[in-house]
């Protein structure tokens, strides 16, 4: 898909409302739910429901377990505990689990490879796949 076609797609989501449905990608390679605050709260940029109640009233949650995940993630943001901002999220989770606002169709496989010998070696689901633990890699002796 071209940008031009791109562009005409999210104007037909997000400003016309001239669609049934859409598979669209959200992608986010960062683990700190932080990075999420547009899809999330009720006025997030790319909170991809309830969008046609106009920008004014997309800042108020339309229903209960909305207003809850504003509220989780407002709260996630200004905790400088991680276990509290993790107890925070898993909640928020739990919510989009239950109500579906949004559905996730698939997760990505991660392939990696290396050379044999390398030892260490464990790749991860969220970038850098392979170096994330790079101080512990290291060859063995033939």
């Known amino acids: ?5 791109f562009r005409g797609l999210l104007d037909r989501i997000m400003s016309t409302f001239d ?11 960062d683990a700190d739910p932080g990075s999420e605050m547009s899809v999330w709260p009720s006025n997030g940029s ?7 109640k106009g920008e004014l009233d997309r800042a108020r949650p339309g ?9 989780l993630m407002a709260s996630q943001m200004r905790s400088a505990d991680v276990k509290e901002r993790k107890r925070l999220y898993d909640r928020v989770q739990q ?9 996730p169709l698939v997760s990505p496989d991660v392939l990696a490879g290396a050379k ?8 991860a689901v969220l970038l850098p796949y392979a170096l994330w633990n790079a101080e512990e890699l290291y060859w063995s002796r033939p």
């Not at 898909?1 to 076609?5: F, S």
């Open 1 to 5: 898909m071209d940008r031009g076609e």
């Open 19 to 29: 669609y049934e449905a859409c598979v669209l990608g959200l992608a986010n390679g």
């Open 46 to 52: 790319t909170h991809l429901w309830d969008l046609n």
């Open 63 to 71: 229903t209960p377990w909305q207003a809850e995940i504003d509220l």
């Open 95 to 103: 919510l989009v689990a239950a109500n579906l606002p949004i559905i």
């Open 116 to 123: 044999s010998g390398l030892r260490n070696f464990r790749p």
